[in-house]
């Protein structure tokens, strides 16, 4: 049973994950050979407040802008 485990920065709709875990159980149903209700999917969604890049908050660099 594959999981699969997708960390995204909080704002995506729920057709764009819909269409994302459609896409990615297919490849991962071909590619590993198993049944696509096998593939388990988790989205977790991410605060701009809870991650850094370059040292700095991504909430804080949209305020840079």
Do not use: C, W
């Not at 999981?3 to 896409?23: C, D, F, N, P, W």
């Not at 071909?30 to 999917?41: G, N, P, Q």
Request: proline share 3%.
């Amino acid at each position: 049973m594959p999981y699969v485990y997708i960390h995204l920065i909080e704002g995506r709709t729920e057709e764009q994950k819909r269409e994302m875990a459609s896409k990615i159980t297919d490849v991962i149903s071909d590619v590993a050979k198993v049944e696509k209700e096998l593939v388990h999917i988790l989205f977790v969604d991410l605060p701009k407040t809870n991650i850094s890049k370059g040292g700095i908050l991504v909430s804080d660099k949209e305020h840079q802008k």
